[in-house]
């Protein structure tokens, strides 16, 4: 029970994700992974994708850990069924099966969905939403320079222009916006002065829940509830992963050390 639960993503988008799990489950041991030598996800083929994270998940078991947490829409979207596959002893969850259900129970009608071009380009999110209801409206955009606004710390200096023209034109036709990457949360802020009053579903906040429920259901919960331990990986550069998450993630003692793969 007191095994690590492995968590990744391109960069530090899936530190959201992080935050939200620490909130949920505080005693659990875990180990993030930002793979920023790799970074973005979002404009690579499948194949490199599942490379990548083939990588990521060895080592994972090879720390010996209980659950792997996609934190990463774009991997959930493309890669998740071959991980799973591949690597069938452990549990492998990805973030979209819970955001579109996070999404669903708010009873929306018209909804636009931002994430990279590889999530975007594979539909899930659409095909998953008019699975359980096709009377709701799926806008689909892709809004590729997010990703490296917020990994390079730009976003700090304000990104407005950049949102106004992705957000804009979509204000008064939708009630609802999905932030279909893991990276958005960060500028939730910004998105929210250029569409106002929405609903906003992030796929960070959904998947905690959703690994709280399995870990209970399997009995797998960390009771020991001592210090635990956050180790935290960049397989790129050290300072640049701080510099960029410092704003919105709590270090606290935490540090951040390199990995090689
Ligand atoms: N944060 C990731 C996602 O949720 C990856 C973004 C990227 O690296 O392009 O899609």
């Known amino acids: 029970m007191n095994r690590p639960i492995g968590i990744f993503d391109s960069g530090v988008g899936g530190l959201t994700v992080l935050t939200s799990l620490r909130k949920q489950l505080p005693q659990e041991n875990i180990i993030y992974i930002g793979d920023n030598l790799h970074c973005p996800y979002g404009n690579k083929t499948k194949e ?9 998940c060895r080592y994972f078991i090879s720390q010996n850990v209980k ?3 996609l934190a990463c829409n774009t991997t959930s ?3 998740l069924n071959e991980l799973q596959t591949l690597f069938p002893d452990v549990p492998i969850v990805g973030v979209i099966h819970s955001t579109v259900h996070d999404f669903l129970v708010r009873e929306k009608k018209d909804v636009l969905v931002i994430a990279t071009h590889a999530t975007i380009q594979s ?10 209801n096709q009377q709701i409206n799926v806008f689909e955009l892709e809004t590729p320079q997010l990703v490296p606004l917020i990994e390079s710390g730009e976003y700090k200096n304000g990104i407005s222009s950049v949102l106004n023209e992705y957000l804009l034109k979509y204000k008064d036709k ?3 916006l999905i932030l279909g990457c893991t990276h958005y949360p960060i500028v939730l802020d910004q998105i929210v002065e250029v569409l106002g009053d929405k609903a906003y579903i992030s796929s960070s906040d959904a998947i905690s829940q959703e690994v709280y429920s399995y870990l209970k ?3 797998k919960l960390n009771n020991d509830f001592k210090q635990s331990s956050i180790r935290i990986y960049t397989t790129g550069d050290i300072d ?8 919105f993630f709590d270090y606290n003692h935490l540090k951040v050390e390199h990995l090689v793969l």
């Open 123 to 132: 539909h899930k999110y659409r095909e998953m939403i008019e699975k359980y």
């Open 217 to 219: 259901v399997h009995d």
């Open 240 to 247: 640049e992963f701080v510099y960029s998450s410092s704003d």
């Open 77 to 79: 979207a493309n890669v």
């Open 174 to 176: 939708i009630d609802s």
């Open 67 to 69: 659950m792997i947490v």
């Open 48 to 56: 490199q994708l599942l490379s990548y994270t083939k990588r990521i």
